[in-house]
C-alpha cells in the first residue's frame, strides 16, 4: 500500500495542469486498483490543499457513484450478487436512510458501493440516486479531506472511540416508520379451518 500511494502522489504531482483531471479519474479508477476512498479524499488535501481537494474528491466519487449505477443496471446478474452479499452482512429488511448512509460512509472500513447499492435500494431513478449519492459524499469528503491528516494519527482507542460515538447517529437518523400487518391491523384471528 505504501508504494501505491506513493507511486500516486508522484502521477498527481507531476500532472502540472492535469493533475485535478488525473486525481478525478484515479477516483473513478479506484475500485480497480483497490485503493480506500479515504486515503485519496487525505491525498486530494495534501496535494491540492482543503478546498480544492473537497471539490476534486466530491466530483470524482460522484462521478464514481454513477458508474457504479450504471454498471449495475447493465449487468443484473452482478447486481444480484450485489444484493445477496448485502442481506447477508446487512439484513434483508435494512432501508438506510440518507443521514444514515452519510455516517455509515465516514467509517473508514465499510465499503463504498455497498452503500452506492443501499442508496440504488431507496431510490426511484437515476436522478434520486445521484440527489442521495452526492449528500452523502460530501461529507465523506470534507471529513478525510479537511482532517484527514490528523484521523491518520489517531490511536486505535481514540478512533474506536469516534466510531462509538457515531453509532447513536445511526439510531436517531433512522427511518421512522411503523409495519402493522394486515391481521394486526383489522384484528383478524387466523382461522383454524382444519382442526
Known amino acids: 500500500m505504501e508504494y501505491i500511494s506513493v507511486y500516486v502522489m508522484t502521477v498527481v504531482q507531476t500532472g502540472g495542469v492535469f493533475a485535478p483531471l488525473l486525481f478525478i479519474v ?3 479508477l479506484r475500485p480497480l486498483l483497490f485503493l480506500p476512498v479515504v486515503f485519496l479524499c487525505i491525498t486530494g488535501g495534501i496535494l491540492f ?3 480544492p481537494g473537497i471539490i476534486y474528491s466530491v466530483i470524482g466519487i460522484t462521478i464514481s457513484s454513477f458508474i457504479f449505477y450504471k454498471m449495475t ?4 446478474a452482478t447486481m444480484d450478487r450485489f444484493v445477496r452479499m448485502k442481506q447477508k452482512i446487512i439484513g434483508e429488511h435494512a432501508n438506510f436512510t440518507t443521514g444514515q448512509i452519510a455516517i455509515l460512509r465516514l467509517i473508514p472500513f465499510i465499503h463504498f458501493h455497498l452503500l452506492s447499492l443501499c442508496i440504488i435500494e431507496i431510490s426511484a431513478q437515476l436522478k434520486d440516486y445521484m440527489r442521495t449519492s452526492f449528500v452523502s459524499n460530501v461529507p465523506l469528503a470534507v471529513v478525510y479531506t479537511s482532517i484527514g491528516r490528523s484521523i491518520t494519527n489517531f490511536s ?3 478512533a474506536g472511540s469516534v466510531i462509538l460515538g457515531i453509532l447513536p447517529l445511526l439510531y436517531i437518523l433512522r427511518r421512522k416508520e411503523i409495519r402493522i400487518g394486515w391481521q394486526d391491523f383489522f384484528n383478524v384471528k387466523p382461522s383454524n379451518a382444519g382442526i
Do not use: D, E, S, T
Open 49 to 51: 490543499g482543503v478546498i
Open 26 to 28: 484515479l477516483h473513478l
Open 156 to 158: 486505535p482507542l481514540v
Open 73 to 76: 443496471k447493465r449487468m443484473p
